[in-house]
C-alpha cells in the first residue's frame, strides 16, 4: 500500500508540474483512471487500518470523534497550503522581478484563476474557509474531508445492517453524484462545481476500505481474471491516448459517446471498472504481501523510498503543490521550458524534493527530542549498593 501510494505522489507531482511533457507519459494518457484512483483508493485502505480499530475498540462515538479530529487536520492543512501557494505567486508576480531579471511576462496567479481570491475577497474569503471556493488546482483535500465525513455512516450502517447496507450506500451515493442530485459549489458567483465530487469519489474510497476491513474478500489469482483485467486495459489505450483517439475519427466518436462514463467530476464507471482492473494486475505483480518488492538488492532500495514517501502521503501531497510551482517558475526562469534536459531537471529536483519532506516528516514525528543520547543511560545508572562477594 505504502509503495502505490508513493508512487502515486510521484505521479501527481508530473501532473501539477505546469506545462510539463512528462505527462504525456503519465498512466492517465494509456487509460481512463489515473494517479488520483490510486491515491483515493489507498487512503481508504489507510483509513480503514487507522480508523477502523477505533471504531471496534472504542466504539462509534470515539470512532466519530476520531474522525473528525482528522478532519479538522486536513482542513486546516488545504487552507494553509492555498494560502502559502496564492500569496507566494502574488509576491513573486507583483513584484516585477521575474520580467526584470529573465523577462518573463508570463501571469502565474492568471494561470491558477487565483486573482478572483484578491479581487473579490467579501466572496473568496469566507468561501474559502466553507469550502465553496475551491479552486481547481486545490480540489482534492476538501473531496477528501467529505469522504472522511462519510465513514461514521458506513460504520453504523455496517454494525446495524451489515456489509450490505454499506454496499447499498455507495452505490446510492454515487447514484446521487453521477445523476447529478447533490453537487458542491466551487465559486459563490458562478455555477462551477467542486471538480472531484465526494459522492461519486467515495465509491473507490470505500472499496479500498471495505477490502482492508473483510468486508471484499481478496479476488482469487487465476488465468481467466488475469486475462480478462488485462484485456479491459489494453482495449481502453486507443480510447485514452490522444496519439489515437485524435487521429481516428470513429474512435474519437465512441470516447465522445461514452464520456459520461469516464467523465472525472461524478467519477464515471469506466474508472472504477479500469482501476480495478489494473489493481488486480499489480497486486498479482508485487506478489503475496509484497514479496516481489522487499529485496535485498538496488530495487529494494528504491522501494523502501518510494515506500517512505507513500507513509507521509498527507505532508508530501501538500509540499508537491507547492514545489510544482516553485520548480516551474525557476525552470522558466532558465528559459528551459520545453526542453529536454531541463524538463528532466524538473522533475527529477521535484522527486528530490518530495523524499527530502517524506524522510524530514518522519524524522519529526519519531520525536527525535524525547529519546535518551547514546550512553546517557549508562551515565545516570545506579551504583549497585547490595552484598558485596567476600575477599
Given amino acids: 500500500m505504502d509503495f502505490f501510494r508513493g508512487l502515486g505522489m510521484f505521479i501527481i507531482y508530473i501532473a501539477h508540474l505546469p506545462n510539463n511533457t512528462w505527462t504525456l507519459w503519465i498512466p492517465a494518457r494509456f ?44 482542513y486546516w492543512a488545504h487552507i494553509l497550503q492555498f494560502l502559502v501557494i496564492a500569496a507566494g505567486l502574488v509576491a513573486i508576480q507583483s513584484s516585477g522581478y521575474l520580467e526584470e531579471c529573465c523577462g518573463l511576462t508570463e501571469n502565474y496567479v492568471t494561470k491558477l484563476n487565483l486573482w478572483h481570491f484578491f479581487n473579490k475577497t467579501p466572496d473568496t474569503l469566507p468561501g474559502l474557509l466553507t469550502l465553496t471556493y475551491v479552486p481547481n488546482y486545490f480540489d482534492i483535500l476538501p473531496m477528501y474531508i467529505v469522504i472522511l465525513a462519510l465513514i461514521p455512516v458506513m460504520m453504523a450502517a455496517y454494525r446495524f445492517a451489515g456489509r450490505g447496507a454499506v454496499f447499498a450506500l455507495m452505490a446510492l451515493f454515487w447514484l446521487a453524484a453521477t445523476f447529478d442530485v447533490v453537487h458542491f459549489p466551487a465559486e459563490p458567483w458562478s455555477d462551477r462545481e467542486w471538480f472531484f465530487n465526494p459522492l461519486g469519489w467515495q465509491l473507490v474510497f470505500f472499496t479500498g476500505f471495505a477490502f482492508m476491513r473483510g468486508w471484499i474478500p481478496a479476488p482469487p489469482v487465476n488465468r481467466g481474471l488475469m486475462i480478462a483485467a488485462a484485456a479491459l486495459v489494453l482495449v481502453t489505450i486507443p480510447f485514452a491516448w490522444y496519439r489515437i483517439h485524435t487521429q481516428v475519427p470513429e474512435i474519437s466518436a465512441i470516447r465522445n459517446m461514452v464520456r459520461p462514463l469516464w467523465a472525472k467530476t461524478d467519477f464515471g464507471l469506466l474508472r472504477y471498472v479500469h482501476f480495478l482492473a489494473l489493481a488486480y494486475l499489480a497486486w498479482i505483480a508485487v506478489g503475496a504481501k509484497g514479496r516481489y518488492l522487499v529485496m535485498d538488492n538496488a530495487w529494494g532500495s528504491v522501494v523502501r523510498v ?23 517558475i525557476l525552470r522558466d526562469m532558465a528559459w528551459g521550458r520545453g526542453d529536454p534536459l531541463f524538463t528532466f531537471l524538473a522533475n527529477a529536483g521535484g522527486f528530490a524534493a518530495l523524499i527530502a519532506v517524506a524522510y524530514a516528516v518522519s524524522w519529526f514525528k519519531g520525536q527525535p527530542w524525547k529519546r535518551k543520547p547514546a550512553g546517557e543511560a549508562s551515565k545516570t545508572e545506579t551504583p549497585y549498593l547490595g552484598k558485596q562477594p567476600a575477599e
Fill in 306 to 328: 518510494i515506500q517512505k514517501v507513500g507513509q507521509q502521503s498527507l505532508a508530501v501531497f501538500l509540499a508537491s503543490l507547492v514545489i510544482a510551482q516553485a520548480v516551474a
Fill in 31 to 74: 487509460g481512463f483512471s489515473d494517479a488520483t484512483e490510486i491515491f483515493v483508493f489507498c487512503s481508504g485502505m489507510a483509513s480503514a487500518i487507522a480508523f477502523g480499530a477505533v471504531f471496534e475498540m472504542r466504539g462509534w462515538m470515539m470512532g466519530t470523534a476520531r474522525i473528525l479530529f482528522r478532519m479538522w487536520q486536513v
